[in-house]
């Protein structure tokens, strides 16, 4: 039996060895995928990271160009009403012109084809500018504003209230919301 035995040792000594050759083998095999994941596990971070910066990157240059757009559509508004405001001041006079015309020719013109022609090229005129937002302020029986008249003259007269818009001299215009030019008028105190 003892013969046996030292038989058996040196099987048992092999295998024990072979396992332990495989055990650290193995050991060695899970230490470096161990090492490897951590280091995949890091990059991903990193990638991770990268790409949530990358997010907020893309979500501060969308609002910031959705802010520009927005910016430059109302500045192209206001260009756009500063630049027909400029247009009709301009062309105001040319309107007031036409109505002293009108009302100084009344009856007098002995060519009625071309009176009428004349108040229709008016009546076209005024329609192309009301359609740009352009109205003519009412000021006779109202009270004076400074924010939208010009007192030109100043009357004494008791059959009006004070501060009463008596006569207007010039027409005063609004486009859209905003004030051309003002009315020259007369006021009673």
């Not at 035995?5 to 024990?16: I, N, R």
């Not at 230490?31 to 893309?58: G, H, M, N, P, W």
């Not at 003259?153 to 207007?168: F, Q, S």
Request: net charge negative; proline share 2%.
């Amino acid at each position: 039996m003892t013969e046996e035995k030292d038989q058996l040792t040196p099987k048992k000594t092999k295998e024990a060895k072979e396992k332990e050759k495989h055990i650290k083998e193995l050991k060695s095999k899970l230490s470096k995928a161990v090492s490897e994941f951590e280091i995949k596990e890091q990059e991903y971070k990193t990638e991770c990271d990268a790409k949530s910066e990358l997010f907020d990157r893309y979500q501060r240059l969308a609002a910031e160009y959705d802010n520009y757009k927005k910016r430059t559509t109302r500045e192209k508004e206001v260009l756009y009403s500063d630049a027909t405001a400029d247009v009709i001041k301009e062309i105001l006079p040319v309107l007031d012109n036409f109505e002293r015309a009108l009302s100084a020719a009344g009856s007098d013109i002995k060519d009625e084809a071309l009176m009428m022609g004349i108040e229709m090229i008016f009546k076209q005129f005024w329609e192309i500018l009301l359609k740009m937002g352009l109205s003519r302020m009412q000021c006779v029986g109202e009270k004076f504003d400074p924010n939208l008249h010009n007192a030109v003259m100043h009357v004494e007269d008791e059959r009006y209230g004070e501060n009463e818009v008596i006569e207007e001299l010039q027409a005063g215009y609004i486009l859209k919301d905003r004030i051309v030019r003002h009315s020259y008028v007369k006021v009673a105190n």
